[in-house]
């Protein structure tokens, strides 16, 4: 059984370009979800996918979107980044049924620096 | 709307001390509760979680936590703090997210020093 991966795990971005960040989900799992973890701070959820759609949204603006491919693996990606947007970006992989229980399978993050 | 407090940014325990960290909820429907700990550079792990029936939860590496419903709060406690302990514990609570999903909300974090 594999855990899940993200890649890259440092990325150093100046204001206004664009970043995507790559993850693999632990083998089984069919949601993925991603969240944005500040110094200092717990992680914010951002958004999560389930079967190749996103189903849930946290406080974040339409420049930070993202794909779930058909082999569970997915993308975040952020248009126009700005200072603020830097932090370390996790990734976490569950098995949903009925009556999810909450545990999510974290990556180890991207840490993304925006210069 | 669901939250999570926790109480102390920092905590240094001596080895061998008894671990208390502080975690208090806010939530319309009954709560699932959760710690995770993030050790450094790497993503985070499951400790334990409650969700119904027993409030006392036993997890990994010898923590528990207790679910007090009356005073709102889901404290992480180990009996004797070990070197290997020094990390930062989340608590979090499930959140609904819309469109039959859930979330994770998490507290700001409880960083964990072991004095040798």
């Known amino acids: 059984e594999t855990g899940v991966t993200q890649s890259p795990t440092h990325l150093i971005k100046t204001r206004g370009q664009q970043v995507t960040l790559r993850c693999s989900s632990q083998?089984?799992?069919?949601?993925v979800s991603w969240y944005q973890q500040a110094l200092g701070q717990g992680p914010q959820f951002i958004f999560q996918y389930y079967r190749e759609e996103e189903n849930g949204r946290g406080n974040f603006p339409p420049r930070f979107s993202g794909l779930q491919f058909p082999n569970y693996s997915s993308e975040l990606n952020v248009n126009a980044l700005e200072l603020d947007d830097s932090a370390l970006y996790l990734c976490a992989s569950s098995f949903i049924a009925v009556g999810w229980s909450g545990e999510l399978f974290f990556g180890e993050g991207s840490r993304l620096t925006v210069l | 709307a669901q939250s999570v407090t926790q109480l102390g940014s920092h905590v240094s325990v001596s080895e061998g001390a008894l671990v208390l960290l502080r975690c208090n909820y806010s939530?319309?429907?009954?709560?699932?509760l959760f710690w995770y700990v993030q050790y450094p550079n790497q993503g985070l792990q499951l400790l334990l979680k409650?969700?119904?029936?027993?409030?006392l939860v036993k997890g990994i590496n010898g923590f528990e936590a207790e679910f007090k419903k009356s005073e709102t709060s889901f404290h992480l406690t180990k009996p004797s703090a070990h070197m290997s302990d020094a990390a930062e514990y989340f608590c979090a609570v499930r959140s609904y997210s819309g469109a039959g999903s859930y979330q994770l909300t998490f507290g700001k974090g409880t960083k964990l020093s072991v004095i040798p």
């Open positions: 083998s089984g799992h069919n949601t």
């Open positions: 409650y969700t119904t029936g027993a409030t």
């Open positions: 939530s319309s429907v009954p709560p699932y």
